[in-house]
Antibody, heavy 126, light 107 residues
Framework: QVQLVESGGGVVQPGRSLRLSCAASGFTFSSYGMHWVRQAPGKGLEWVAVISYDGSNKYYADSVKGRFTTSRDNSKNTLYLQMNSLRAEDTAVYYC???????????????????WGQGTLVTVSS | DIQMTQSPSSLSASVGDRVTITCQASQDISNDLNWYQQKPGKAPKLLIYDASNLETGVPSRFSGSGSGTDFTFTISSLQPEDSATYYCQQYDNLPVTFGGGTKVEIK
């Protein structure tokens, strides 16, 4: 069965960096785009980024553009989110999610589908 | 970016009640809309995709309708386990955007 497990969260000071990982299993990871979605404590869902199945295309929310970078290692079935210049407002649970539109899909119409990880909490605080 | 306006932000209803949540997009998104359910401390769960299609394994008391800019999510007969927050999400264009959520409580 599809399993997504995030790791790497923790407490970090403003301005510092953190890298999240998402280990995937139960499906052909290299055939699917992947998304990051976050949720600040007590708040709603905010989409963060998407990466295409081969890593060649990426799209970011304006709130993280230029600070966050998503990447993937298909040989390790792992997705990454490198977060730099962290701010207090980046405090959230970060989820990875499998592309819902189908294999090899990227672009308009892409969405986080029916498989999400359990989330990892990032707290940005001095 | 496409803005999604969801209402109400919260509601309280009794077991067996019919519950309706609406979502309005700031521009025409065809039927590129999903509905998610989220319980405290858990990841969101996809219930409805393409505005009206029930995800596999989701009870038939959940349904969705609409196209263009106006969408509706309905629970036909509210059950205790339906206590959760529900979100609409558009995927017509990147960035994907979510509605603000509707917290459903059981009276």
């Amino acid at each position: 069965q599809v399993q997504l497990v995030e790791s790497g969260g923790g407490v970090v000071q403003p301005g510092r960096s953190l890298r999240l990982s998402c280990a995937a299993s139960g499906f052909t990871f290299s055939s699917y785009g992947m998304h990051w979605v976050r949720q600040a404590p007590g708040k709603g869902l905010e989409w963060v980024a998407v990466i295409s199945y081969d890593g060649s295309n990426k799209y970011y929310a304006d709130s993280v553009k230029g600070r966050f970078t998503t990447s993937r290692d298909n040989s390790k079935n792992t997705l990454y989110l490198q977060m730099n210049s962290l701010r207090a407002e980046d405090t959230a649970v970060y989820y990875c999610a499998k592309e819902g539109h189908g294999a090899y899909y990227y672009g308009s119409g892409s969405y986080p589908g029916g498989y999400w990880g359990q989330g990892t909490l990032v707290t940005v605080s001095s | 970016d496409i803005q999604m306006t969801q209402s109400p932000s919260s509601l309280s209803a009794s077991v067996g009640d019919r519950v309706t949540i609406t979502c309005q997009a700031s521009q025409d998104i065809s039927n590129d809309l999903n509905w998610y359910q989220q319980k405290p401390g858990k990841a969101p769960k996809l219930l409805i995709y393409d505005a009206s299609n029930l995800e596999t394994g989701v009870p038939s008391r959940f349904s969705g309708s609409g196209s263009g800019t106006d969408f509706t999510f309905t629970i036909s007969s509210l059950q205790p386990e339906d206590s959760a927050t529900y979100y609409c999400q558009q995927y017509d264009n990147l960035p994907v955007t979510f509605g603000g959520g509707t917290k459903v409580e059981i009276k």
